[in-house]
Structures are given as C-alpha cells and as structure tokens.
C-alpha cells in the first residue's frame, strides 16, 4: 500500500480501495479477537477502524523501525480500542497479526485489553481516558525542540472528551503553538451509558473552536474525505480538531449503533453472523482450540523505558555551614548549572504558575523555549512532562507537593505504567509550608508515591544533598520525586563542624546517612526533621542517653541492611514532618518486623491535618520540636525498662 506521508493532495485511488478492504478484514479481526477472548471493546474499535487504518498506513511511521527517529507519533487516547489498533498494526506489518488475534487478553501476552507501549507500533499505554491529547502535546514539544517536523495524532473517544484534562492540553497546545498536533475525535455519538448528547451534553465543535483550534467535522468512514481533513497544510496556524463521525460497531447490522457493544465481546453465534456479514471466514473453533492448548506462541515485547540523562552533571556545590537558604534555591541552582553544562541538550522544565515559588524563575528567563509554562492545569502538566520525557530529553517538573503528588497521582501512575523519565521535584512538602494551612500541607506524599512501581523518591535533609540529589536525577534514568521543604533548610554538619553532605559527598540512592554515632537509641529520620533529630539527641545526652541519628533520603527504598544495623540499639525511633501512618516510621516498621529485630519502635510524625501557623508552631502542636521528640524518647525508654 502506497504512503503518503500525509503530503499528496489526495488520498490515491488506488490506496482507499486497498485500506476499504483493509478495514473490512479489520473488522473481521476485531470480532475474531474479542470472541476468542470473551472480552473487550468491539464497538468503539470498529467506528475508529478508518481512522486507524489511515493514520497508520498514512503517517511517516515504519513497521520495520517502530522507533524510527523522527517519525510521526500516533498516539490512541481512548485506549479501550486495542482490538482495532491492534488489528490494523498487525495487518501492517508491525507484528504478527495472528499473535495478537490469538492472544489478545490472554495472561502472559502484551497484547492486553487497552492498549500498551511495549507493543510496535504503539506510542504510549493508555486506559484512564482523557490523558492522551496531554500526552501529544509534550512529545510535540520534546519533538520540536529536538528539530524534527514532524505530525503528532492523536484519536479520542467522544465520551471521552468529557475529561477535563483534555481542555487543559487544549489551551496548553495553543499556547505553545503545537500547530502539528490533530486530535481525531471518534464521534460515535455513544458512550457505555447510552447516547453521549444525554450523558453528558457537550458542543466539542464550540470548544475546540473557543480554544484557538482549526475545527473540521467530516465522515469517518469516508476514508477520501477523512483523507483530506488529515492531510498536511503548511503554514498552520492552530492545531487542529477533525471531528469524525461515526458509527459505533460499523460493519455489523446488528452492532451498529449499539452501546451494549461498547464493551462487550460478541457471542460466539453473534460472532459467526457477524463474520458472515463481513465476507471474513469463521475460523474462530480453530484459533480456540489453539489459544486453549497453552502452546499459542507469545511475542516476547518489552517496554523500553525512557531512558535520556546527562553525563554531565557537573561538581556539586557545598553550601557553607553558615549558609541560610532553603531546599527549593538549592534545586534551582543545580538546574542552572545542568542547564550550562549542557547547551546543545537543555533540559525541558514544566512549570504550573509557580516559578518564583519552585525555584525555576531564573531557568525560564534564560531558557525561555525550554520552559513550558502550564497554568493551574497540573493534570495536564504531569502528563505532558512525562510524555516529553519520552522523547530523549531530561525533563523536570516543579510544582508545590500537593498538586505535584496528591492531585496527580494518576497522571503519575500513567507515567509510571509508560515507564517514563519525570523528574518531579515537589517543594512545599511537609508541615513546613506553614502558615498556608492544610489544603497546602502535602504529608502523604511517600504513601502516594508507594503506589507507584517505578520512582524513585528522595527527601534530601539539607542543600547540600538536594543539590547532589538533583545532579543524580538528572544523571539516572527513571521517574523522581524529590521532596523539599519551603523553609530554610541549615546545612547539616559533622561533628567537626564541617558540611556533612558537602565536599566529596556522592548521593547514593537507598544509603542511609549516620550523621552521629551513638549506642542507646537510634533516631531515624528524613528531610527537615534531621536538623531536630540532632538538637533532640543533644538534649538526650545531657541526660545520659546516647543517640545515633541516621538520614534516610530514599524512604521508599529501606534495604534490608538498615533494620539490621539497628538491632544493637534499645530503642528505635522514628521523626519525619509526614503522616505517621503511611511515612518513614510506617515503612521502618515493616523491614524491622520482617527483619525480626525485636526492638522497640517509637513513631513520632504528623497526626492529621495541620493548621495555619509558623512551622515552628505547628511543630510543636504535632510534638515535633527538638524538646518534644527527646522527652517522647525519654518516657519511650521508661516505658520498656531501660531508663
Ligand atoms: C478516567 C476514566 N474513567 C472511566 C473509564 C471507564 N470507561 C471506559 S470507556 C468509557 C466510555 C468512553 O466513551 P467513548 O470515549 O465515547 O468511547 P466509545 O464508547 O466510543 O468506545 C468509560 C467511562 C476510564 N477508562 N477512564
């Protein structure tokens, strides 16, 4: 089949007979695919068969090089419509068809029910609907700023358009110019709770317009007619809307316009009729027998995290004993210095009207066209951020911890899933933010980030490691989240007086720091509450009691080596400025009981909300101040025995 790259003025004669074929055997292997399986979304996958068929055979992809530098990026937002993307690149070429007819939804295939990165072909997993317009929008910007011109598509549902998030992407594609990007919507006009006019009323033609869009209704299945709304116009000036109307479960009489086929299989007999309807022979008993007898062969696809860093992250810098500064500056300087190491690779930084706050004001001012400036539209931001981590770059997002943590923990998880590259780094984290009050207190920002498989968390206790911190992020693959405080931070020293995490200091992700050696009690501890820990060990031993006091920066991340270093204390405690239930202490307390360790264990944190107030004062409402913790420890002590 002849690809045009989108660039002929029309769509050859000769190529829409071959793709109307083509989509009637797609269809045929929707039904075969989701029969077999007894599940999945036929209905949605047959109106958007058109769509797929033409983007895909269309576009400047290659089935022989998925991955091809440069190409156009097909992204399926609505991402229940694996059957059709899987039938159409299956019949491309970009793996074998019969693999994923046989296999679809089968335990052990990658070939599940919504569609997923590791497959060729498939830009980005998606499920959660409403997150792949945001998605389109940062690959085009890691795409642009890597200088290729390339189209970036995107195909949604109608129902799906319903998401707030994809009005953030609308206005954030606007405003950044992303003239490349075309959403297709797939308008079949119903959704899993009946017609979308009656679920949800929505004018998408108005929207998008209002939004700065090109908007352009058109036929869906007209493959000429959806040809020429998708075909290239230099000199865009707006991105682009084509809103294709369609029919849910095309092809089959008895589907056609049905929600109940939205996401439901048909029957074994619904299946042969519709076969029978399509001209596409019944061997659906033969693929049975095969999928059943355990010997279906199952492409061995892996996902390919992203994987860009910088082998320049330059000599860290050592903040004086007697510096006054907080976490956040140290983190928008370590920025500014990976930026200047690194000219022809700058990193891309995503903002939501925070700057001054996150420290990323003097990046933006000097690299304006590597700083995105998202608004109050976080939702958007984290997934944009992490999409454009797709695209080799090293990318940061800095945003207050509770929007950055707890009102996108699903972008984060999609992120996760995709295996993406984010450093997030969350300022403003913990009671510290103070006066604020609770809405801004982010203090279960490690129960969050547990949810999610592939991040690494860090809480640096002064400036000194956070800029070593960030320097490792940026020189490691994989998502971050680095949590700081908004207050100053003082620099932690040795007992000499010296910067503890300055001079040679390399951070080591999981190593847990001894920042004083002691033999009755340990103290272990994260973040702002080292500088406490130390002050209520001094306390301690006015009274005779000798206390370690270990920082542990990577919470999520306790080796079995740590409990076991314990075992010699009679006492073990933990502080942190985070919830007491899901923190450090929580975590702690798992490894010490499966480690078997048999000491004590007292867990001082966050109880609840905080209120509006100095950190200090909040502190002290929470027992959280140097006198406090030592006097918990103290009665602790007495309670065991071993005053
Ligand atoms: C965030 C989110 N909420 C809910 C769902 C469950 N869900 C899956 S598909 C769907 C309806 C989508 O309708 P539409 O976009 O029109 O797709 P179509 O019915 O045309 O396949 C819903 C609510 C989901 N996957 N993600």
């Known amino acids: 089949m002849k690809r045009t790259g989108f660039s002929a003025p029309s769509l050859p004669e000769e190529t829409a007979g071959e793709l109307e074929e083509f989509c009637r055997l797609v269809r045929g292997d929707i039904i075969r695919m989701t029969t077999l399986a007894g599940s999945g979304h036929p209905g949605g996958s047959m109106s958007s068969a058109e769509i797929f068929a033409l983007l895909w055979s269309q576009a400047n992809v290659d089935p022989a090089d998925p991955g091809m530098q440069g190409r156009d990026r097909i992204i399926v937002s609505h991402g229940h419509t694996s059957p059709g993307v899987y039938a159409v690149l299956g019949r491309l070429g970009f793996f074998d068809l019969h693999a994923a007819v046989t296999t679809f939804r089968l335990a052990g295939s990658p070939f599940e029910g919504h569609v997923e ?32 011109r390339n189209s970036v598509w995107v195909v949604t549902g109608d129902g799906e358009q319903q998401k707030g998030q994809i009005s953030e992407a609308r206005r954030f594609a606007t405003a950044h110019g992303l003239y490349n990007l075309t959403v297709i919507v797939d308008m079949n006009g119903l959704q899993i709770s009946g017609r979308t006019s009656s679920v949800m009323p929505q004018n998408l033609a108005a929207e998008y317009a209002a939004d700065g869009w090109d908007v352009t209704e058109v036929d869906g299945h007209d493959l000429r007619a959806l040809y020429e709304a998708l075909k290239l116009r230099p000199g865009r000036t707006a991105p682009r809307a084509v809103l294709a109307r369609t029919v849910m479960g095309k092809g089959v009489s008895f589907m056609e316009n049905d929600e109940q086929y939205h996401g439901r299989a048909p029957t074994r007999d619904e299946a042969s009729r519709a076969l029978a309807e399509l001209g596409v022979t019944d061997d659906i008993d033969a693929l049975a027998t095969e999928r059943a007898s355990g010997a279906v062969s199952i492409p061995d696809f892996q996902i390919r995290p992203a994987c860009a860093m910088f082998d320049l992250v330059g000599a860290p810098r050592t903040y004086a004993p007697d510096y006054r500064g907080d976490n956040r500056s140290a983190f928008g300087a370590a920025l500014m210095d990976l930026a200047s190491l690194n000219p022809d690779n700058l990193p891309i930084v995503f903002d939501c009207d925070l700057k001054g706050s996150v420290k990323t004001a003097e990046f933006a001012k000097a690299y304006p066209d590597h700083f995105f400036q998202c608004g109050v539209m976080e939702h958007h931001a984290a997934t944009a951020a992490g999409a454009a981590s797709l695209g080799d770059r090293v990318v940061f997002w800095a945003d207050f911890g509770v929007f950055a943590a707890d009102e996108t923990l699903n972008q984060h998880r999609l992120n996760d899933i995709n295996m993406t590259n984010l450093k997030t780094v969350a300022t403003h984290c913990g009671l510290d933010v103070g006066p604020d009050g609770k809405t801004h207190h982010c203090i279960k920002y490690l129960a969050l980030m547990s949810c999610l498989h592939n991040n690494f968390t860090i809480v640096p206790a002064d400036p000194n490691q956070t800029d070593r911190a960030i320097r490792y992020a940026a020189g490691h693959p994989g998502n971050f989240f680095i949590a700081l405080g908004r207050s100053k931070a003082p620099v932690i020293t040795t007992e000499d007086g010296e910067p503890f995490f300055g001079g040679d200091y390399r951070y080591v992700h999981g190593k847990p720091d001894v920042l004083r050696d002691g033999t009755d009690v340990v103290i272990v501890t994260m973040g702002s509450m080292c500088t406490k820990s130390l002050e209520a060990r001094a306390i301690l031993l006015e009274s005779g009691v000798s206390a370690s006091v270990i920082a542990v920066s990577a919470p999520l991340c306790i080796t079995p080596t740590l409990p076991a270093s314990l075992r010699r204390f009679r006492l073990i405690v933990t502080v942190e400025d985070h919830d007491l239930e899901t923190g450090l202490g929580a975590r702690l307390g798992i490894a010490l009981a499966e480690s078997g360790t048999g000491v004590p264990l007292l867990r001082i944190g966050v109880r609840g909300y905080g209120l509006s107030g100095e950190p200090e004062d909040l502190y002290r409402l929470q027992g959280l101040l140097p006198e406090q913790i030592a006097s918990k420890i103290m009665a602790k002590l007495e309670a065991i025995g071993c005053s």
Request: hydrophobic fraction near 40%; include cysteine.
């Open 117 to 148: 990165r590791c497959v060729p072909g498939v830009e980005l997993t998606t499920g959660n609907l409403g997150q792949g317009v945001s998605a389109a929008c940062g690959m085009a910007v890691s795409d642009r700023l890597a200088g290729y």
